[in-house]
T-cell receptor, first 115, second 112 residues
Framework: GAVVSQHPSWVICKSGTSVKIECRSL??????MFWYRQFPKQSLMLMAT?????????EQGVEKDKFLINHASLTLSTLTVTSAHPEDSSFYIC???????????FGPGTRLTVL | DAKTTQPPSMDCAEGRAANLPCNHS???????VYWYRQIHSQGPQYIIH???NNETNEMASLIITEDRKSSTLILPHATLRDTAVYYC?????????????FGTGTRLTIIP
């Protein structure tokens, strides 16, 4: 199947700093990418939908000014957590589609810890 | 998307078949059933999907009832590496562009 990568796989930062997480489709062009957040022992919760060349669509309750999403190319979407706080500590996962209409591929996830 | 209901946890002996049920009584005629699993601290991994007919691939089999209100994922010979949380998801035909709703899933533990 197609490969989606995320970088970094884990990051630790101080409260108040910003962190950028990259999601790349390695062998296909991803017209749509999704960003999820997963807290310990909970399920994945969709944060936003990102389409190449247009603004992301955020789910209710997700602050778009805090979680900046950029999908500037067909192989890269970035999620920037601005002014991170300890409550933003979570496992962030992206998924990508575009190879066919009925496939969606997930990245390995990025674990963010805010001290 | 239709809501799904799964048991929170199950155990299965290594080498035996693991049968994971999923209820999706409000599924619509054009909605598919997808199964993913998530091993600890990794991204979800696709297993199998189906519409009406039973499906089988190298990983698992999917049995969908005739009324499509429930389904069962079967791992024929479970190994310790199959220990994971298994998610049953119902979604429209344009799966690649659909927002997915992950329920709580079933935590499957394979016992040596």
């Amino acid at each position: 199947g197609a490969v989606v990568s995320q970088h970094p796989s884990w990051v630790i930062c101080k409260s108040g700093t910003s962190v950028k997480i990259e999601c790349r489709s390695l062998d296909f062009q991803a017209t749509t990418m999704f960003w999820y957040r997963q807290f310990p022992k909970q399920s994945l919760m969709l944060m936003a939908t990102s389409n190449e060349g247009s603004k992301a669509t955020y789910e209710q309750g997700v602050e778009k000014d805090k979680f900046l999403i950029n999908h500037a190319s067909l192989t890269l979407s970035t999620l920037t957590v601005t002014s991170a706080h300890p409550e933003d500590s979570s496992f962030y996962i992206c998924s990508a589609s575009g190879r066919t209409d009925n496939e969606q591929f997930f990245g390995p996830g990025t674990r963010l810890t805010v001290l | 998307d239709a809501k799904t209901t799964q048991p929170p946890s199950m155990d299965c002996a290594e080498g035996r078949a693991a049968n994971l049920p999923c209820n999706h009584s409000t599924i619509s005629g054009n909605e598919y059933v997808y199964w993913y699993r998530q091993i600890h601290s990794q991204g979800p991994q696709y297993i199998i999907h189906g519409l009406k007919n039973n499906e089988t691939n190298e990983m698992a089999s999917l049995i969908i009832t005739e009324d499509r209100k429930s389904s069962t994922l079967i791992l024929p010979h479970a190994t310790l590496r199959d220990t994971a949380v298994y998610y049953c998801i119902v979604t429209g035909p344009n799966f690649g562009n659909e927002k997915l709703t992950f329920g709580t899933g079933t935590r499957l533990t394979i016992i040596p």
